[in-house]
């Protein structure tokens, strides 16, 4: 994840609001008290600081009544890239493998919801947003 954020995405952004941790690398964003030690490490030269709070906030007050409850494939596609589809809609999107993989194992009892294939993939622990990564166009 630290290689991809450094050297794929070449950005790693804190939120601006010391009170809350958030960090991203511009596809995906995290909340937390604390991160794995090599994404600690990392987030001490961060690339820049943004505002991230409001647009999380924005987000969990639409979440349940845009997004519904969706799965990650098992498997890649033929783009490889792993599927995430609704549950109980059409609505499907592409992640890249890296994030499913770091999801299933930071959030292991997590809800993973979607809206459609441009809007973020929510990663939901007791009704709250922990991170969530946008799908792959």
Known sequence: MVTHAKVSRGKIILDADEATRIWSDGAFLELGET?????EEMLATPTHTHDISPFLADLNS???????????????????????????????????PLYRDY?????????????????PILVVIDGAIRASVMPKQ
Do not use: C, H, Y
Request: hydrophobic content about 35%.
């Open 62 to 96: 639409r979440m349940d009544s845009e997004w519904t409850d969706a799965r990650f494939a098992t498997g890649l596609n033929e783009s490889a890239l792993v599927d995430v589809q609704s549950l109980t809609s059409k609505a499907s999107s592409q992640i890249e």
């Open 35 to 39: 991160f794995p030690d090599p994404i």
């Open 103 to 119: 999801i299933r194992v930071r959030f292991p009892n997590a809800t993973i919801r979607i809206k459609d294939s441009t809007s």
